[in-house]
């Protein structure tokens, strides 16, 4: 009913930048959390950055200063901005939404997640 779509990984030099985007589909009536996580090899998959449909972020402190998340909700979308990038923000980032279906019953999606490679 929802899908979550992800792009914009890629391999990156260590002090470069990338953007994530994720673009949300389907019978969508609203988006309350958007979310950004990541699982590095052998690795637990951890939070990265979250906003809610207000405005309001969080940070993992890891990324605090160099990762910012923002949101386009006319067009359900989700974006990630990381600057001065290092070698242990490698791993495979997952975009998680809360959604609010047109039927009014609410569902937790994961997109496919895209690899973000930071490496000389």
């Known amino acids: 009913q929802v899908q979550l779509v992800e792009s914009g990984g890629g391999l990156v030099q260590p002090g470069g930048s990338l953007r994530l985007s994720c673009a949300a589909s389907?019978?969508?009536?609203?988006?309350?959390?958007m979310d950004w996580y990541r699982q590095a090899p052998g690795k637990q998959r951890e939070s990265v950055a979250g906003?809610?449909?207000?405005?309001?972020?969080n940070y993992a402190d890891s990324v605090k200063g160099r990762f910012t998340i923002s949101r386009d909700n006319a067009k359900d979308t989700v974006y990630l901005q990381m600057n001065s990038l290092k070698p242990e923000d490698t791993a495979v980032y997952y975009c998680n939404a809360e959604v609010v279906l047109r039927s009014r019953s609410r569902v937790n999606v994961w997109g496919q997640g895209t690899q973000v490679t930071v490496s000389s």
């Open positions: 389907g019978s969508i009536f609203s988006i309350y959390t």
């Open positions: 906003i809610i449909s207000g405005g309001s972020t």
